[in-house]
């Protein structure tokens, strides 16, 4: 299994990064709303904390709060882990990191849509192709 999950960081503003995400969870109780989180290849997007130069990072609870594109998706519900799913998803996070942030910037439904059509490799955007 792999176990470096991080695929992509962006300064977001000059206090603030936003890290992209692809990891295998094995499910159970999520602690934060006690709901049920399925098995399967996860997405997240996490904002932290850090002063420009600094290699400190500080993830305070509350922060994503009032910002759009702080979460996670299930992208692949798995029985089992399987490594070549959490391959494919980590390899369209890669190649689609700028488009991602810029969908979690927007943090709308349409743009929550667009995210998930990339993630599970329905659609691939264009090279340069922005929606507002």
Known sequence: MASDR??????????????????????????FDYSTKPKGIFFSSTVYEQEEGSIWKTLKVGLGQGKPGVGYI???????????????VRARVEAHAERIHALCEIGDAAALAELKAILTGATVPQTGEVSA
Request: proline share 7%.
């Open 74 to 88: 299930c992208v692949v519900p798995l029985d089992r882990y399987r490594p070549k799913a959490l391959k494919e």
């Open 6 to 31: 991080l695929v992509h960081t962006k300064r977001i503003s000059p206090k603030e990064i936003r890290e992209l995400s692809v990891y295998y969870d094995k499910g159970g109780i999520n602690y």
